[in-house]
């Protein structure tokens, strides 16, 4: 059992950058691959970026390649995204997400077993 808790969401302007933060307790974090998803008003939830275990095979969505970046400390039990030149189209509630299918950052949704509460990331134009 794992509990996330995602932080460092906001309202920012087009082309700024934030920073997300998932902070994991109740098991080591390197025990699962990791994964931000994003969910907007009336669409499905969408992946974003993943990592395995090692954080050595990063795994991005095409809409953020290229502007965003995972990373991952499992000494601090913590995974990060770097969001750079935002646009309002990445307005979204952003989610942490552990995987036990930790040799492969998945993309998809149901392989993740446990799921933060979400921060909101609002991008105006």
């Known amino acids: 059992q794992v509990q996330l808790v995602e932080s460092g969401g906001g309202l920012v302007q087009a082309g700024d950058s934030l920073r997300l933060s998932c902070a994991a307790s109740g098991s080591t974090l390197s025990s699962f691959a990791m994964g931000w998803f994003r969910q907007a008003p009336g669409k499905e939830r969408e992946f974003v970026a993943g990592v395995d275990w090692s954080g050595l095979s990063p795994s991005y969505a095409d809409s953020v390649k290229g502007r965003f970046t995972i990373s991952r400390d499992n000494a601090k039990n913590r995974v990060f995204l770097q969001m750079n030149s935002l646009k309002p189209e990445d307005t979204a509630t952003y989610y942490c997400?552990?995987?036990?299918?930790?040799?492969?950052?998945?993309?998809?949704?149901?392989?993740?077993?446990?799921w933060g509460q979400g921060t909101q990331v609002t991008v105006s134009s």
């Open positions: 997400a552990a995987s036990q299918a930790k040799y492969f950052a998945t993309r998809t949704r149901d392989l993740y077993d446990y």
